[in-house]
């Protein structure tokens, strides 16, 4: 089994893929806005890292890696840093719970061997849901009342890539 996680200090994304390249189970673990960084990587490991090592015990993991430039004006070197810190610490966890390093996969480069091509212009997250929701019957797309995904649908998509580009299926 191939685990994939996509970390952010608001919500997890986490799939598991087989050897089959079937999407076995995935979902978005949404984090305590209270909790301090600690504390919110010890609820992921209460909540979704344990329970998946009882049921995959020999899985693989994969870890989205944390973006490392600024882009356009959107994110603060205390938000990067934050998130490194994070992403540092749900790796360490994966580490210490299935006794294996987890690796690190790029966000284009999981696109990338999965096939999926962004258009300029056009938002990853939108293309990489869309994928996903039709490449797999059991990712369930979900919508606000207004009419635009679920928060966290993202993730859990992102989470399935960074999984499947485990097999460069392009």
């Not at 189970?25 to 806005?33: A, H, L, P, R």
């Not at 070197?77 to 390093?101: C, D, H, P, W």
Request: aromatic share 8%.
């Amino acid at each position: 089994m191939i685990i994939g996680i996509d970390v952010s200090t608001s919500k997890i994304g986490w799939a598991v893929i087989d050897e089959s390249k079937k999407l076995i189970d995935s979902g978005v673990f949404k984090t305590n806005k209270k909790h301090g960084l600690e504390e919110k990587a010890s609820d992921f490991l209460d909540s979704v890292l344990l329970p998946l090592k009882a049921l995959y015990p020999k899985s693989e993991v994969r870890i989205e890696a944390p973006f490392s430039m600024f882009s356009g004006g959107k994110t603060t070197a205390k938000t990067m840093s934050s998130l490194q810190r994070f992403n540092g610490m749900i790796s360490l966890l994966v580490y210490q719970t299935f006794e294996k390093s987890a690796e690190l996969v790029a966000p284009i480069s999981a696109r990338s061997r999965c096939g999926i091509k962004v258009p300029r212009g056009t938002k990853a997250k939108v293309v990489v849901m869309e994928w996903v929701d039709k490449t797999f019957e059991n990712f369930e797309m979900e919508y606000t009342k207004a009419g635009n995904p679920k928060p966290g649908k993202d993730d859990e998509a992102d989470a399935i890539i960074v999984a499947l580009s485990h097999f460069d299926v392009r």
